[in-house]
């Protein structure tokens, strides 16, 4: 077994630990945002942990009401004329903590007296000794190339932090549920074989919207990655305004759905793509009018919308997996890529 599938495999355990372990720095963050009586949030990542802070605009904003910001970060080194952060709380989120660009927007917070948090793999790692306040994924040593438990790690970290602001029993009891729940996307491992012959390349679109826009950013690069197959994530709302026009007969379409409040916009454009001669093939989590059939992977996971972004993830690092597998491909080992690319 490939060290990736072997990490993917982790995630269960990793998120009861998590849930067990970090509720005390959580719960010492959000006191801090609190005092700090920050307005709103700047994230700054990069690669898969940029993916983590889409999730993150998406969370705080609906669940506690914050405007969420996403870094830029070369305008804090390349081009060095950074924002004025001026009531912000800023969180660097990097799985290695070695990420130079984003280090760096956490020490020009720091220099502007901004509350300053970290999200990191690596408790000894520089953006981890930068920020003030530091929440440890605990995922123990990465050793595939692509990210898979740091990457889904990083959104049960935001989950917890959102719970931690603005508590509720329901998301409570939810957040309990996430570990069985990741334990049931494994379980599908061997149903998304179906999916594989539909994206053996060379190219392929990914759509979601909302909560899973993440989700369908992440699997594109997964897809990238490990298998070489030139993926490009859309929200279904951007995708109809032009890139639509790409597709044709045999085009292989992802479509990642939580089945909640873009449930029915995703339906929608399942079916007109289908209608187009397009190879649609659909990951979903969620109760409602599922859709059967070949080109279907599903489950039922009992999480609301807000939390099916880590079911989905796994579903999509799996079938990442089986695609490389399929081609031939080591997914542990890409080709020209780093573990930690040191971007500026």
Not at 40 to 47: E, K, P, Q, S
Not at 105 to 128: K, W, Y
Not at 179 to 199: F, N
Not at 206 to 233: D, H, P, Q, W
């Amino acid at each position: 077994m490939s060290r990736f599938r072997e990490e993917i495999g982790e995630q269960p355990l990793l998120a009861s630990r998590m849930l067990a372990d970090s509720r005390g720095a959580v719960a010492s963050i959000a006191a801090r945002v609190r005092e700090s009586k920050s307005r709103g949030l700047v994230l700054a990542a990069r690669g898969s942990s940029d993916h983590a802070a889409l999730y993150a605009k998406y969370l705080f904003g609906a669940r506690n009401h914050m405007l969420v910001t996403l870094a830029a970060p070369s305008l804090f080194t390349s081009y060095g004329s950074p924002p004025n952060l001026d009531g912000q709380c800023v969180i660097g989120i990097s799985q290695s903590g070695s990420s130079p660009d984003v280090v760096a927007v956490i020490e020009q917070a720091a220099r502007q007296g901004r509350l300053t948090i970290a999200l990191t793999n690596d408790p000894e790692s520089r953006l981890a000794h930068a920020a003030e306040l530091h929440l440890p994924l605990g995922a123990g040593p990465e050793r595939s190339v692509p990210a898979s438990k740091t990457y889904v790690a990083s959104l049960l970290a935001l989950a917890l932090v959102s719970q931690a602001l603005d508590p509720d029993p329901s998301f409570e009891a939810a957040l309990g549920q996430v570990p069985p729940a990741l334990a049931a996307a494994l379980e599908q491992d061997e149903e998304l074989d179906r999916l594989v012959p539909a994206l053996l390349g060379p190219r392929a679109i990914v759509l979601s919207r909302g909560f899973n826009f993440c989700t369908a950013e992440e699997i594109a690069l997964k897809l990238t990655e490990t298998s070489y197959v030139l993926a490009r994530a859309w929200s279904v709302a951007d995708f109809e305004h032009g890139p639509v026009a790409v597709v044709e007969p045999g085009f292989p379409i992802v479509l990642v759905d939580g089945r909640g409040q873009v449930s029915a916009g995703m339906e929608s454009i399942g079916q007109r793509l289908a209608g187009l001669g397009c190879r649609v093939v659909r990951l979903l989590d969620g109760a409602g009018d599922q859709v059967a059939g070949e080109a279907t992977v599903s489950l039922d996971s009992g999480l609301p919308e807000e939390l099916t972004p880590l079911t989905l993830t796994v579903l999509g690092q799996l079938l990442a997996h089986r695609v490389a597998l399929a081609r031939g491909i080591d997914a542990d080992r890409p080709r020209a890529l780093n573990k930690v690319p040191h971007t500026w």
